[in-house]
């Protein structure tokens, strides 16, 4: 069985500052990693992903992941956050080698930027 | 190109009645998986289909069905309401194609009350 622990339900960090969002994960396969952004009344948007090859994956606006197989985590990072980072984040973990189809998501980081 | 599309958005039910909730998958997509999101929670998994057919299933009750149309858009249906039932369902799909390297696009989703 596979799980997702995220260690910090909130974080608030002030406009400009880095964050670190942790992700810690559990499975006795190889497994793929995702991170998803929840914005207030909408789905689910995928921020990044690990599937194979360089552990440091990247999105689009600014944030970054590093996945670490020893330490079984894959933290979410941005060297300088703004205020339209504001959201929820998730991460998930998936198992195909296992046969496993569906994602298993952690608990979810409560994001606040402040002014 | 029309993301995931999920009907209807809002959705008031008594205990008891039965419910049905819709999905459109992405163009291209031919697979739909369904998530229940409690409030404060992450996501969990419900079931997946394919090729008209629940390919996996989570740990959710009989009371939660589903089914798959030769167009691949994908109905929940949900008997006997409870009150715990209360939840935002999300429908994702994606692509068997390498279904592995194939993240899941989420819709908005529909958020169901329970009276």
């Known amino acids: 069985a596979q799980s997702v622990t995220q260690l910090d339900s909130q974080v608030p960090v002030f406009e400009e500052a880095p964050v670190e969002l942790r992700c810690n994960y559990s499975?006795?396969?190889?497994?793929?990693l995702f991170w998803y952004v929840q914005y207030p009344n909408q789905g689910l948007q995928l921020l990044l992903k690990y599937l194979s090859g360089s552990t440091l994956v990247e999105s689009i606006n600014g944030f970054e992941a590093e996945f670490n197989k020893s330490q079984t985590s894959f933290h979410l990072r941005k060297p300088s956050v703004h205020i339209s980072d504001t959201a929820e984040y998730f991460c998930a973990v998936t198992s195909p080698e296992a046969g496993s189809y569906q994602l298993t998501f952690g608990k979810g980081t409560k994001l606040s930027v402040i002014p | 190109d029309a993301g995931v599309t999920q009907s209807p958005t809002h959705l008031i039910k008594t205990r008891g009645q039965q419910v049905t909730l819709r999905c459109s998958p992405k163009s291209g997509h031919d697979t739909v998986s369904w998530y229940q999101q409690a409030l404060g929670q992450g996501p969990q998994f419900i079931f997946q289909?394919?090729?008209?057919?629940?390919?996996q299933r989570g740990n959710f009750p009989d009371r939660f069905s589903g089914h798959q149309f030769p167009n691949y858009s994908s109905e929940l249906n949900v008997n006997a309401l409870l009150l715990g039932d209360s939840a935002l369902y999300l429908c994702?799909?994606?692509?068997?194609?390498?279904?592995?390297?194939?993240?899941?696009?989420f819709g908005d989703g529909t958020r169901l009350s329970i009276l």
């Open positions: 994702a799909s994606s692509t068997t194609q390498g279904f592995s390297n194939q993240p899941q696009h």
């Open positions: 289909y394919y090729e008209e057919e629940e390919r």
């Open positions: 499975s006795s396969v190889s497994v793929y």
